[in-house]
């Protein structure tokens, strides 16, 4: 009972300082991809990879199923739920469709507009000639604001494409106009993919393991106990080893 405890209470001490070394980094910086799914039935999918470094944003977005030979607006949204809807979420255009603020509350506002030159800030959400068309992949350099890198480093920030072909006539037409720009049918505007950014693997591993992050920690007690989370780790994986080398033989014999 007593070396069960010991052992139990050495491996959540073990843990601790695995915990503690990871704010170690700047808090914004890293890794953040989405993978964005469908809205409004588009089968659109898309591959946004970001990488933070301060206020500077690298961004690569590669999509798959939009609308060929049109444009598509694409955003960084901000300030909502940080979320996405549901592919099925019915929302105020033709047939149920759903419109950019039909989900605001969701994705939050632009923050953001991914466009190929010029000006990023909210003033080109709309700015078509500056979009990229159909599924052409997109690379960009983008200095972010305060608000915007923090939503980001918060796995907060929500990249949106837009443009989806409803009514499968090959452009954007359709008697409802869009909820942002009543001079544009809602097909030019309403969400096509959407997916949260969020710190990737990489950027989330801790930047030592067990022996680094003893320093942390005052007391030899709890650095002995540390040591032997550490040594019962490595047990495990040695025993995992032996349970493996063991199955081998037999599939030998
Ligand atoms: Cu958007």
Redesign the pocket.
Known sequence: MRKSLTAAAALALGALPLALSAPAAHAADGTFTANLTQLNDSGVTSTATTTLKGNTLDIKLQSQGLLEGAPH?????IGGMGVCPTNDQEGSGADGALQ?SDAADQ?GG?AVSLTTDGDTSPDS?LAVDRFPTGNASYSRTIEVDDKTAAAISDGKAVV???GVDLNGSGEYDGDVKSDLDDSLPEEATD?AACGVLQASQMSQMPGGGVQTGGGSTAGTEDAGLIALGGALLVGGAGAAVVAARRRTASDDA
């Open positions: 607006a694409q955003h960084i949204h950019v994705y632009i959400g949106v494409v837009h969400p």
